[in-house]
Each structure stands twice: as structure tokens, then as C-alpha cells.
């Protein structure tokens, strides 16, 4: 039976058992029930899948042994099954589970020993890995089924899935109960998105302040706003200049970049960007900085000097509020599809850039502003 043979027999059973577990063993139900509630960290969960599925591939490896360079022939590519069998199985079945692999992670990464509970991974919570590696010694020694063990999990997650999707159906309705009534304000839309950016977590959010700008307003500028890389995608792995790249409409040439610090923007931040214009193939306009913390006037007037010294590329520094202040009350009459444009860009990322938590938090600000209370 191929790996995804496998994985359509183990999404059947969850299915057919969703409202009642297949593990009998309350310790082993309690372990699986942590490791994928465990929404600050989605690799245990991932790793646990992954192990199960090379386990039932190939009933003789150990699934302690996921990495090639631990040699024997119990041992397998863990990364191999997570890649290339396991992204399409989560994604088909919107399970809350990270879309990129677990072995990826700086914790599980550059392993050659097996992951016996003995071992003591870096990384948090510790729990998450503790459990993670008991269920794996479950399996190895014969405690439980392989094949439980998955079902359980892919229940569980079917489980939190649906729960999900209940509470932003349920989010979704109430604010369409206020369709009709007069749009916010643009002040009113600052200090909606101002208490989102206060919310834990939120240091993709200034991104997605930037980009809804574009994409609300950009065909008035005849600009285009190329594609947001991955949140935490590194500029040097990307080839990107800044975190939102501007184009001129019908055009990939980059006119303006701009990169967004959740913290003081630096003179070596400022001798960093003057590196990046210097290596780019165009000419850029603008490279600015967002910043949702105080602007020091030193390292301003310091950006300012690079007008020259870039032969026509200005750096500046502004304050994230501010800009979308000045946006908004620019293109006051579309500041309504602003705030759809941002929901939007809001709710399709995925949950390891904006979490499920942040997702809600501003559909429940959102509705409260809206109906005035």
C-alpha cells in the first residue's frame, strides 16, 4: 500500500470515529491530546505524523530513527514523508497543522541519533517534545498500534479543525450582521487596527497594514504589489529587498521596498538597507521603514543621507500608525475596502504568521466597532 493509500484509510477512520477516540490507554489519549493542542508549537505534531506514517510504510524501521544518518536499516527520512506526502494530506483536509515541515525546526534539525525518551530535545515547551518522543517509544515497544495512534491524531486535529471553523463562521456572521450601517471612520479603523497591533504575537501584522494599502488603493497609483514572502523568510534565502516590494503597474521592477521593525530602527538597520539597494539590479525609489516604535531623529537624519550617496534612493523611517493614518484619511472613500482588503490578508495566512488567535481577536474588534459598543 503507497503512503497515500495509507493516509486516505487513516483520514477515513478518523472520520468514521470522530466523536469517539480509538485509544483506550488514557495516558497515550492524553499524550496525543497535548501534542496537537499545543498551538505554540505545531512541529510535535508534524514529527509525530511523520514517524507514524514511515512506520506503517514500512512496518521494519523504528519510528525513534526518521533521519538517514543514523544508518541500519531501521532507520528512514522522516523529512521525505513529511514533504512529500504529509503537506498534501494537511492541506486536503485543513488540518491546523504548520504547512512547512517539522524537520526544518532548529530542534529537530542536524539530528544522527534516535529520538529515544531519554534524549533531551531544546526546545519549548519542553512537554511537547517529551510527549511527542513517549509516543513514539508507544509505538516502538509495541504498546499501541501504529495505525491507532495516527487515527487518534488525525481525529484530534478534525476535532480542532471543525472547531475552528465554527467560532470564524460564527465571527463571520456577526459581522455581517452590521452590513448596511454607516462605515467606520477613519479614525475609527486606527484604533481598531492599533488594538490589533497591541495583541500578542502581531509582528506580522504591520506587514499586512502596508500591503492592504496596495491592495486597496493600488490600481489609483499604477502600482502593484508583488507577492509577501513567507513570515520569517529571511531576505538572503528570498532575494527580496524589503518585507512589501512595489512595482510600477505592468512592470517587475521595484520602485519602493519597505521593511518592518517591531522594535527602533538602527544606523547598522539603515547601512544594512543602503547594502541591499547597492546590490539591486534597478533603481529604487524608496526603501522605507516601518517602525511600530519610536523613530530616533539621529538614525533619520542619518537615513537621509544616503540620498546622494545611493545616486537617488531615499531612506526613511515612519511610524506604522502614522502611515495608515495618513492613508486613510489620503483615500478617505475607499477607507472601507482598506479595512476588507486587510481582514482578507488577515485571515488567509497561515496560522505560523498570524495566529488562529489573532485572526479572531480582530474579527471580535471589528465587530465590536462596528456596532458601536
Given amino acids: ?5 495509507i493516509l486516505q484509510g487513516i483520514a477515513q477512520q478518523a472520520v468514521a470515529t470522530l466523536n469517539t477516540s480509538v485509544v483506550t490507554d488514557p495516558a497515550i489519549q492524553e499524550r496525543v491530546d ?14 509525530l505524523m511523520s514517524c507514524l506514517l514511515g512506520k506503517l510504510d514500512k512496518p521494519n524501521v523504528d519510528p525513534r530513527k526518521p533521519y538517514t544518518e543514523i544508518g541500519g536499516v531501521d532507520s528512514f527520512s522522516g523529512r521525505t514523508y513529511d514533504e512529500r506526502y504529509l503537506t498534501k494530506f494537511i492541506n ?5 497543522v504548520n504547512s512547512t515541515t517539522a524537520f526544518l525546526t532548529p530542534t529537530l534539525r542536524n539530528i544522527d541519533h534516535p529520538l529515544t525518551t531519554d534524549r533531551k530535545l531544546v526546545g519549548r515547551p519542553r512537554d511537547l517534545y517529551k510527549k511527542t518522543l513517549e509516543l513514539l517509544e508507544d509505538v516502538a515497544e509495541n504498546r499501541i498500534p501504529t495505525d491507532l495512534v495516527f487515527v487518534e491524531t488525525v481525529r484530534v486535529l478534525m ?8 467560532r470564524m463562521a460564527s465571527l463571520l456572521g456577526a459581522l455581517e450582521h452590521t452590513e448596511g450601517a454607516l462605515p467606520l471612520s477613519s479614525e475609527s479603523i486606527v484604533t481598531l487596527i492599533s488594538q490589533h497591533l497591541a495583541c500578542k504575537n502581531a509582528s506580522r501584522l504591520p506587514v499586512l497594514v502596508v500591503a492592504a494599502a496596495y491592495g486597496a488603493a493600488g490600481a489609483r497609483l499604477s502600482e502593484s504589489m508583488l507577492p509577501l514572502n513567507p513570515h520569517k523568510a529571511a531576505d538572503l534565502r528570498t532575494g527580496s529587498l524589503g518585507d512589501v516590494e512595489i512595482c510600477l503597474m505592468g512592470d517587475d521592477a521595484i520602485v519602493t521596498a519597505y521593511e ?11 547601512d544594512a538597507a543602503a547594502a541591499k539597494i547597492a546590490r539591486a539590479p534597478d533603481t529604487i525609489h ?12 539621529i538614525v533619520a537624519r542619518y537615513a537621509a543621507t544616503f540620498y546622494e550617496k545611493t545616486d537617488g534612493t531615499e531612506i526613511a523611517i515612519l511610524d506604522c500608525i502614522g502611515f495608515l493614518r495618513h492613508f486613510l484619511h489620503l483615500f478617505h472613500r475607499i477607507r472601507a475596502n482598506y479595512l476588507d482588503v486587510y481582514q482578507t490578508l488577515v485571515l488567509n495566512e497561515p496560522d505560523s504568521a498570524v495566529s488562529q488567535t489573532l485572526k479572531e481577536a480582530f474579527l471580535a474588534l471589528r465587530q465590536l466597532a462596528e456596532s458601536g459598543e
Avoid: W
Fill in 34 to 47: 497535548y501534542v496537537c493542542h499545543c498551538m505554540s508549537n505545531r512541529a510535535g505534531v508534524r514529527l
Fill in 159 to 166: 476535532l480542532l479543525r471543525d472547531e475552528k471553523l465554527a
Fill in 286 to 297: 524608496n526603501y522605507l521603514f516601518i517602525t511600530t516604535d519610536v523613530i530616533d531623529p
Fill in 260 to 270: 518592518m521593525k517591531m522594535k527602533r530602527v538602527t544606523q547598522d538597520d539603515i
Fill in 92 to 96: 486536503e483536509h485543513r488540518l491546523p
Fill in 1 to 5: 500500500m503507497t503512503p497515500e493509500k
